[in-house]
């Protein structure tokens, strides 16, 4: 039998072989386009960067080459096997559309979410102006040449970096040479296809990727087609360096929301449906550097990003059966639609200058600024409807618009950074950053002149460390920082407890919020050897004036309102090692976070079996924050059976959350339970160019949650129908978010001609 043989049978199961590093660029100012990243980017525009052993903090990096490797359905799936501190949740019910979680912080396409990470695309950030989401489906993965994850409140990138950023890096013709063509199929309809073409003439080079998904979703009325494209022309030499980039993407995505405990025996229904949401993005950007002499380098980028974001949502009818004042007859239409469209233009830039010195003590001084402005268009419209036997909708009428409004958001910023090495052994750092953010809403139908306002928030923010270098294999380091997220349009337009909104909102006239405020201090150690490395990291974040969605009507997570809830507190520790014996290679990720509330407030809960009989749930100091599991393990294991076989297998383990209303963790269903997820992948190389690869997630097909919110169940009638039509009340329950079950997916990928010529 040949070597091979064993492999190719056994391709369900997987892992790929770690690829060696890559020379340094001519060009320094180039390091973070590599495949293989060995400094950190400090700022978000271009920038020299600085080496690991000098930044106070346990930053994680991640190659394009390991995304290659692991064949991940999306970015935000490869982040939350791999990361550390990293979760995610169910709440959208889309696979390219998850709540990313790390370190009890989130970045999530939900409205509604209190966001506290900041993510950039090449120093861009893609925070959605409105609302601060993050739309993972718009972030290419064939396109990414590094992912890295910086922890802490760092002000050098600005706004929203409460708990951390996300900073990636797109590939280069230059660095990423010849062409690839991929294609896999497999579980739940899974087709997709992803092509791959870098070249050089020159100082020119030129990059082209695309891919195009079809996904018919492992739940029912649950499909996703996400279409991408990124291309990017560059010219570089010794000194200077310019890249034009393109990202498009036109992508539609169904969820399906949370079940009540009831139906979860099939936790493939849906609870009403449709729901899709339509993206589609623009974003063409400008970056570049150039050495005005050895010590001294200018960079900087403008964009210009447009995005159009259609929904339709089915939701229930709370006042069912109750008169309608308009008509004086009984309202009884079951359920309604919902209809939004967001429409935004954001632009803006930035320019950076850092100074650099060598010999026995080095400094690096960053100077910088950049302006980011945004215009948002805001409609929505609802509509009667009944439910089908199945939960569907079924519009009876035309769709009655509800708001019509603008906003425009501003953010000025200002930033120092300065590193300096006084000794071989020791480095320190300091910044600051000061932010000006301002926020205009106008009501543009004419019947809620009470909408027009606008609102400014300002402040600077601190940062220090200090890293200590004993051994060359050791680093030591201590750091604290500050950051401030200023309150979004869609916050300051719901913040009314006496009148909740429906997200996408219903703009109401409401109290001002204040900026939330994070300090965080970091301690931590890691060190390498050959073949071994590890770290070590505890690390406190206490925000102040945080703002939280408070849920207020049954059974949803999108209706309610926002408010200041006083202080909260995430602490945690990291532990991470990676060991490559030979053939080979083990990585383990521990993270154990306390994410509490601090200040005592009242929530509106009716449906936790703990609220009072007006409804409301006392949360006290030391109350866990609902969503955030208190520990996460990961560990992968990768062997090379051949030199054209590799095997391997990743396990994810998290303990159980908290359900969104159960902010006193005092319900009667107590939190949901933990999991543990085992994922297979295999690669076999036949000749060279070719890869076969297949991968298995969720190989014991384990039934877990990963989302809760306590709610009212409204199919109470018989056959699971709409309740209160039957003369059956609602039942208060506890709503969860089912994981994925089973998948199998195989593939082929092609590469051929590496150095290819333009």
């Known amino acids: 039998m040949r070597a091979g043989a064993p492999c190719a049978a056994l391709l369900a199961f997987v892992s790929a072989a770690h690829a060696g590093p890559d020379p340094l660029p001519a060009n320094p100012a180039e390091a973070l386009e590599l495949p293989v990243v060995t400094v950190v980017g400090t700022t978000p525009l271009p920038g020299i960067g600085a080496p690991l052993e000098d930044v106070p903090a346990n930053v994680q990096i991640y190659s394009g080459r390991e995304l290659a490797r692991q064949h991940a359905g999306s970015a935000s799936d490869f982040l939350v096997q791999n990361a550390a501190s990293i979760s995610a949740n169910a709440a959208q019910g889309n696979p390219f559309q998850p709540d990313i979680a790390f370190r009890g912080f989130t970045a999530s396409p939900l409205l509604g979410t209190p966001e506290g990470l900041s993510v950039f695309q090449d120093g861009v950030r893609v925070n959605e102006p409105f609302g601060d989401i993050v739309n993972w489906d718009l972030i290419p993965q064939s396109a990414i040449s590094s992912i890295q994850l910086i922890p802490g409140s760092n002000p050098a990138f600005g706004l929203n970096t409460l708990g951390g950023a996300l900073a990636i890096y797109t590939k280069s013709g230059a660095e990423y040479p010849g062409a690839t063509l991929e294609a896999s199929a497999g579980s739940f309809g899974r087709r997709s296809v992803e092509l791959e073409w870098g070249g050089t003439r020159g100082s020119l080079d030129a990059f082209l990727t695309g891919s195009h998904v079809d996904d018919a979703g492992w739940a029912d009325h649950n499909p996703s087609e996400v279409r991408q494209l990124f291309a990017k022309l560059g010219w570089q030499n010794a000194t200077s360096d310019l890249d034009l980039a393109l990202t498009a993407a036109d992508n539609t995505l169904e969820g399906t929301q949370t079940l009540p405990l009831a139906l979860l025996d099939d936790e493939r229904q849906a609870y009403t449906w449709p729901d899709t949401t339509r993206n589609r993005l623009t974003l063409l950007t400008l970056k570049g550097s150039h050495f005005l002499t050895p010590a001294l380098l200018v960079g900087g980028n403008a964009y210009y990003r447009s995005l159009t974001s259609s929904s ?12 309608n004042p308009a008509t004086g007859a009984a309202d009884l239409f079951e359920a309604s639609n919902a209809l939004a469209g967001i429409d935004e233009q954001g632009y803006g830039g ?15 001084l960053t100077l910088g600024a950049s302006d980011d402005a945004a215009h948002t268009r805001f409609g929505q419209s609802a509509q009667p ?4 036997a199945d939960r569907g909708t079924v519009g009876a009428g035309g769709f009655v618009p509800i708001t019509d409004a603008d906003t425009t958001s501003n953010s000025l910023g200002l930033f120092v950074a300065d590193a300096f090495r006084p000794t071989p052994h020791w480095t320190l750092s300091a910044s600051g950053r000061y932010d000006r953010a301002s926020a205009g809403i106008s009501d543009l139908s004419g019947r809620a002149p009470q909408l027009d306002g606008s609102h400014v928030f300002t402040r600077f923010n601190p940062a220090a460390g200090a890293t200590f270098n004993p051994h060359r294999a050791l680093t030591l380091y201590a750091s604290y920082s500050e950051g401030m997220r200023a309150p979004t349009a869609i916050e300051l ?3 009314n ?3 909740p ?15 939330e405020l994070a300090r965080t201090f970091e301690l931590g150690a890691r060190g390498h050897g050959a073949g071994w490395q590890w770290s070590a990291a505890f690390y406190e974040s206490f925000l102040s004036n945080d703002i939280e969605f408070i ?26 090692g990676q060991l490559q014996h030979g053939p080979l290679s083990l990585s383990v990720r521990y993270s154990l976070i306390e994410a509490t509330f601090r200040t005592a407030f009242s929530e509106s809960s009716p449906f936790n079996s703990s609220a009072d009989a007006a409804g409301a749930i006392q949360v006290s100091p030391g109350d866990r924050i609902p969503g955030i599991p208190r520990q996460t393990l990961k560990v992968a294991a990768d062997l090379d059976l051949t030199a054209r076989c590799s095997l391997g297998a990743s396990l994810m383990a998290a303990s159980g959350v908290y359900a969104r209303g159960d902010e006193n963790n005092a319900d009667r269903n107590g939190p949901l339970p933990g999991y543990l997820v085992l994922n297979l992948q295999g690669r076999y190389r036949p000749v060279p160019g070719l890869e076969l690869f297949a991968r298995v997630n969720n190989v014991l097909d384990a039934r877990y949650y990963d989302f809760g919110i306590l709610g009212e169940n409204f199919f109470t009638g018989p056959g699971n129908t709409f309740g209160p039509a039957a003369g059956v009340a609602p039942a208060p329950a506890q709503f969860r978010g089912p994981g994925v079950p089973l998948g199998a997916w195989v593939g082929v990928r092609y590469g051929f001609g590496t150095g290819q010529e333009l």
Do not use: K
Request: charged residues 15%; negative net charge; hydrophobic residues 35%.
């Open 493 to 495: 337009t719901c913040a």
């Open 501 to 515: 909104c429906q997200l996408p909102n219903d703009f109401l006239a409401d109290p001002a919020l204040a900026p």
């Open 385 to 388: 409807a009944t439910f089908t």
């Open 551 to 576: 849920s207020s009507q049954p059974g949803a997570a999108d209706a309610g309102y926002y408010a200041n809830v006083g202080s909260t507190r995430r602490a945690g520790l990291e532990l991470g």
């Open 312 to 323: 339709f949502a089915s939701n229930i009818n709370e006042d069912y059966g109750e008169i």
């Open 497 to 499: 407890p006496a009148a």
């Open 350 to 364: 930035g320019l950076q200058l850092t100074w650099s010195t060598t010999g026995t003590r080095v400094n690096q």
